[in-house]
């Protein structure tokens, strides 16, 4: 059966998903995430067979948490070889630090350095933690090991979780206790910290007053060192030099995410095709790779001069899937997010005074969508869930129902743990 590019697409952007919720560090830890993207990529019907991982995963943290807040890998296909997909993670759900700084950190901007200082080019500060966090990653050959019985327990845990939601806390303390037990004759972290953060439930209005308060400096976007003595792990820059250079026709690389995941996507997409403008950063050698974007439920990752910039260059090769009933696709624009009280009635009605305090702190940034490219779609509403049932099928379900991946036994479980 032939599967549509936007099918595609949306199974790899899922699939950085796997292994968020592992405990582990290091290499050893990448390898185990290695192998649950390549689990699914041997076994997910858009993908089987059609592509092979050829860098990474790999995975970063800040140096408090224990939990994953990047992730990124690249897939060749495995009979036209010049076309590559980099594939980015979304927001970890577990990960506190990750809705702080990964998302939430909209209330300042940071400057785009290819661009000049008058364009008033900008990305979001978290964007900029984003991309620099992406640049930084070094992958050897692709990483794979054995299953990890610890990795797999937590992975039971957490498909319970997404299965039954929130209401079914109480039927799990027989898994949980098993898992604590697990932990303990590991000396692994406390589970405590692990549990708070998938649990804790703040206001939306608290976590940008977080945000707003870090003591942090604004990340910069730097432009990336010349690659004169190359590490013996390559970044993504080198890698993509190295298969351009013995590889023909020119390369085919596509950028794809879900969530903040697309933001990154059109962020990493934008970077590369800046890249082949600049003599000390071109990878492809002047051969003219083809670069293009493919985002799914992503929120704006800059302002309108960043959008505006994006779409001169890349305009023609995106696509971003946006479900219009999706909270997170009206974040950032001042008045996308002033709809979001009315998309789910009464269950949305009540963030309206939330809504509009964070109107009020991002509208003078002029955050704004890509768009050429942009493909709406509605999901279906059901008023008998409640908010975070409607949020979270309608953040990634709603996508995999509307192009028909559903059908193909792929749903958000499938994804996130397999």
């Known amino acids: 059966m032939a599967f549509t590019d936007e099918q595609v697409m949306l199974t790899l952007a899922g699939l950085t998903y796997r292994g968020f919720h592992d405990l582990g560090r290091g290499d050893e830890h990448d390898r185990r995430v290695g192998d649950a993207v390549d689990a699914g990529l041997r076994t997910l019907a858009p993908v089987a067979g059609a592509w092979e991982l050829v860098w990474g995963p790999v995975t970063s943290r800040s140096p408090t948490e224990h939990i994953d807040t990047n992730a990124m890998y690249v897939v060749r296909h495995a009979r036209e070889h010049h076309r590559y997909v980099v594939a980015i993670r979304g927001t970890n759900p577990i990960s506190l630090s990750d809705w702080l700084f990964g998302d939430l950190w909209v209330n300042a901007t940071v ?190 990752p800059g302002n309108a001069a960043f959008a505006q910039r994006f779409e ?49 702190r991002v509208a003078p940034l002029g955050y704004r969508h890509v768009q050429p490219g942009m493909r709406p779609i509605h999901g279906r509403l059901v008023a008998s869930r409640s908010f975070p049932e409607e949020f979270a099928y309608q953040h990634l379900d709603a996508y995999l129902d509307t192009l028909g991946l559903d059908a193909h036994g792929i749903d958000t479980l499938t994804l996130f743990v397999g």
């Open 111 to 300: 400057p785009w350095p290819w661009a000049s200082a008058t364009a008033g080019v900008a990305a979001s500060a978290s964007m900029a933690l984003g991309l620099n966090a992406l640049q930084a990653m070094r992958s050897g050959p692709t990483r794979t090991s054995r299953g990890h019985g610890l990795s797999a327990l937590v992975g039971r845990v957490v498909g319970l979780f997404v299965r039954t939601g929130a209401a079914a806390v109480d039927h799990v303390a027989e898994p949980l206790a098993e898992l604590r037990s697990t932990l303990k004759a590991h000396r692994a972290i406390p589970m405590q910290t692990w549990l708070d953060a998938a649990v804790r439930s703040e206001p939306l209005e608290a976590l940008l007053r977080k945000a707003a308060a870090v003591p942090h400096p604004l990340p910069d976007i730097l432009r990336p060192r010349p690659r004169v003595g190359r590490e013996a792990e390559p970044d993504l820059l080198t890698f993509l030099a190295a298969q351009a250079a013995v590889t023909r026709p020119a390369l085919d690389v596509t950028v794809t995410g879900h969530s903040k995941g697309a933001a990154l996507a059109q962020t990493v997409a934008l970077w590369l095709r800046e890249a082949l403008d600049a003599p000390a950063e071109r990878w492809d050698a002047g051969r003219g790779a083809r670069i293009r974007c493919y985002g799914f439920a992503g929120p704006t």
């Open 312 to 360: 001169d260059r890349l305009g023609g090769t995106h696509s971003h899937v946006r479900n219009m009933h999706d909270i997170v696709t009206r974040a950032w624009k001042a008045d996308d997010l002033g709809q979001i009280p009315g998309l789910y009635g009464p269950r949305s009605a009540l963030f309206k005074p939330v809504v509009e305090s964070v109107v009020a």
